[in-house]
Antibody, heavy 125, light 107 residues
């Protein structure tokens, strides 16, 4: 059974770059069947999609964060990463990584079927 | 962007009740609609994908319906473990977006 685990600093200073890694175990990140994605959730608020990456390295980002986000993949380590630059207090949130599966109906119906436990990142000096 | 609006924002219900949560998209998203359950301090959990397909292991008291812009999540015979926040999500177009959540509380 696939498991995802986020790792990275829990405290980042304003204007610096937030860096997180999601380690995937129990399955290959190189599978053609999945995308890999990041989602964040400020305390007491809803879920915000950050972006996704495919095994080839192809990415798609939320336009609201696009200028500051980079998602990369390392198939040799079975992990993918998130970098968010120029952070402010508004970027304080729990960050989740997740696997994106596709329904086998030929219509690219995507859904997030496996999630990491989440990691709290606080932006503060 | 496709904005997703859930109603109500919160509701109080008793064990055994039937609960319905509505999700409305700002534009047609066909059947690209998923539902998640989140409990405090935990990651969201996929309940239903493609409007009405039940994720493996999810009890059959959960069901979904709709198409286009209007969708519903129904919980038949609410159980103690169902008290949580529920989110709808569209994956019709990027940026993928979530509803603001509906908190189901114990009456």
């Amino acid at each position: 059974q696939v498991q995802l685990q986020e790792s990275g600093p829990g405290l980042v200073k304003p204007s610096q770059t937030l860096s997180l890694t999601c380690i995937v175990s129990g399955g290959s990140i190189s599978s053609n069947n999945y995308y890999w994605t990041w989602v964040r959730q400020p305390a007491g608020k809803g879920l915000e999609w950050i972006g996704r990456i495919y095994t080839t390295g192809s990415t798609s980002y939320n336009p609201s964060l696009k200028s500051r986000v980079t998602i990369s993949i390392d198939t040799s380590k079975n992990q993918f990463s998130l970098k968010l630059s120029s952070v402010t207090a508004a970027d304080t949130a729990v960050y989740y990584c997740a696997r994106v599966s596709t329904a086998r109906d030929g219509y690219n119906h995507y859904y997030f079927d496996c999630w990491g436990q989440g990691t709290l990142v606080t932006v503060s000096s | 962007d496709s904005q997703m609006t859930q109603s109500p924002a919160s509701l109080s219900a008793s064990v055994g009740d039937r609960v319905t949560i509505t999700c409305r998209a700002s534009q047609s998203i066909s059947t690209y609609l998923n539902w998640y359950q989140q409990k405090p301090g935990k990651a969201p959990k996929l309940l239903i994908y493609v409007v009405s397909s039940l994720q493996s292991g999810v009890p059959s008291r959960f069901s979904g319906s709709g198409s286009g812009t209007d969708f519903t999540l129904t919980i038949n015979s609410l159980q103690p473990e169902d008290f949580a926040t529920y989110y709808c999500q569209q994956t019709y177009s990027t940026p993928w977006t979530f509803g603001q959540g509906t908190k189901v509380e114990i009456k």
